[in-house]
């Protein structure tokens, strides 16, 4: 029910503020396409979006709202018969993203978590602040708009997660799930690289990131992980609103979690997904839909399952 009121709520904004002015979308004539897929933990701990994105269809800078959900099923203890747990993962984030130069545009993601373990015994919930991630990302090569039939543009760089949220060691007692937290306790490592084709209202982007991950205070740390992905998007430039669909592929890969330094068994894994979204401006706000749904996966040495993601954004353009 809170999920259906938050889609009501964003989506009343939207209407709201497009019956405001009756004119064309000006704000949207000279829009960019999206440029990235973004990355998360496998279960939520520091999610910055899932793979859902960095940035709008839309607003090239803004700054905006965005809940997402992941869902989970996992064994409620390490033996073979342990029973299996819903685990419900949430978070809702302030995003923004500014152009600090020419080639060079920052985005900011600030989560709130509160997740929940609906256990035989009772349900456990842990919410908080979540880790703060900063990402810088520069221009390499773009081509111009009126030169060629298609267009490209690359773009490389690099950010880091900060140590926000908390760590709590006692929630991995006992479990299979390390990522049923608010945060890592760690500094993390991006490093990035995005290229995206168009062909006027068509287009296809692809991205590829890597995070590693450090060593907490508690002598914890979660394996650095790998992410891909590509998606086929479309402009539908209507009378009064601008709509683009996509659809695409996502996939996260993660490596072996280590405590004092010994490997965790059963913490590595990967997974595929299937992603589709579409996204709705008109003047300076944007709302936008997603969802995820695992092709194939191998999490926790097959102990998690992914079930599925989606997530819903509002916008502003600065």
Known sequence: MKKLILIFFFACQFVHAADKDSTYLYHFRHMEFPEGLGKCDACGCSATGGSMGFSSMF??????????????????????????????????QVWARVPVSKKIQVSALLPYHFHTRERSTGDENISGIGDMTVIAMYSLYQTKKDSTVFTHKIQAGGGVKFPTGKYEEANNLGSVNPGFQVGTG???????????????????????????????????????QFNYGTTLFYLFDLKHIKLVPQAGLAGEVYEENTQRHQAVSDTAGDILFSRFGIEAGRKNFSIGLNAMLPISQNLSGGNVEANYRWSVNLNYSL
């Open 59 to 92: 607003n090239n800078n803004f700054v905006g709202l965005r809940y997402f959900y992941q869902s989970y099923t996992s064994k409620d203890g390490i033996f073979d018969n342990s029973p299996k747990v819903d685990e419900n993962f949430n978070t809702i």
């Open 186 to 224: 760690s500094f993390d490592y991006l490093f990035l690289a995005e290229y995206m084709i168009k062909r006027k209202n068509l287009g296809l982007n692809a991205m590829a990131n890597y995070t590693i991950k450090t060593e907490n205070e508690k002598e914890y740390q979660f394996g650095n």
